[in-house]
Nanobody, 124 residues
Framework: QVQLVESGGGLVQAGGSLRLSCAAA????????MGWFRQGPGKEREFVAG????????IYADSVKGRFTIYRDNAANTLHLQMNSLQPEDTAVYYC?????????????????WGQGTQVTVSS
């Protein structure tokens, strides 16, 4: 049973923008913190951004601060990641994740549900 479905990935030139979306089943979205992670080629999975259940508290990896924005639409059970000023080092598969508490977390072991991922490729 699919719980989280990402979309919006693609190929973009350096300096460009993309918006990722994650459609979630209501039972793992409502009152749950959410996050985005990524895994680049030959790299371990890393935290990108997290958001609490209400959307008024967010956390970011240093590498994306000021460029990426995480936000959520609770009425639509959808999580988003707006990515601006993309660089080749942002190339990765991006994963949406959910956990069963209300806060924002940065460690992947805190998360219970994961999407299949969407590929983002940034060309130089």
């Amino acid at each position: 049973q699919v719980q989280l479905v990402e979309s919006g990935g693609g190929l973009v030139q350096a300096g460009g923008s993309l918006r990722l979306s994650c459609a979630a089943a209501e039972r793992i979205f409502s009152y749950h913190g959410m996050g985005w992670f990524r895994q680049g080629p030959g790299k371990e999975r890393e935290f990108v951004a997290g958001i609490n259940w209400s959307g008024d508290y967010t956390i970011y990896a240093d590498s994306v601060k000021g460029r990426f924005t995480i936000y959520r639409d609770n009425a639509a059970n959808t999580l988003h990641l707006q990515m601006n000023s993309l660089q080749p080092e942002d190339t990765a598969v991006y994963y949406c994740a959910s956990h069963e508490r209300t806060s924002a977390y940065s460690r992947d072991y805190e998360y219970n549900y994961w999407g299949q991922g969407t590929q983002v490729t940034v060309s130089s």
